[in-house]
């Protein structure tokens, strides 16, 4: 299995920078697709954004320009980098991967979440 630990979160003032980062660890073949996500109180979880094997990203159109999405494949571990953070930005942040396993005979991919972490953004 594949456990993600996220850390990072905490309160900013209006226009602050916080760097979120996401650790995996387990029995891992290769971290396929990996990105953020992120719950607001009463709305659905949404794309923040994500970053293929080979660096390629997509961000959410209101985090463009003000995020950056980030690897080390040598560590597993993914990172966000947030700047003019708005209190709009406040949410629980999840960290999330695609991991390709081995089970002895066969490779299956399989997707995974971390525990979120909180990130309100108040002056």
């Known amino acids: 299995q594949v456990q993600l630990v996220e850390s990072g979160g905490g309160l900013v003032q209006p226009g602050g920078s916080l760097r979120l980062s996401c650790a995996a660890s387990?029995?891992?073949?290769?971290?396929?697709?990996m990105g953020w996500y992120r719950q607001a109180p009463g709305k659905q979880r949404e794309l923040v954004a994500t970053i293929t094997s080979s660096g390629s990203t997509v961000y959410a159109d209101s985090v463009k320009g003000r995020f950056t999405i980030s690897r080390d494949n040598a560590k597993n571990t993914v990172s966000l980098q947030m700047n003019s953070l708005e209190p709009e930005d406040t949410a629980v942040y999840y960290c999330?991967?695609?991991?390709?396993?081995?089970?002895?005979?066969?490779?299956?991919?399989?997707?995974?979440w971390g525990q979120g972490t909180q990130v309100t953004v108040s002056s």
């Open positions: 999330n991967a695609d991991a390709t396993l081995y089970s002895g005979t066969y490779f299956y991919s399989r997707d995974y």
């Open positions: 387990g029995s891992i073949f290769r971290l396929n697709d």
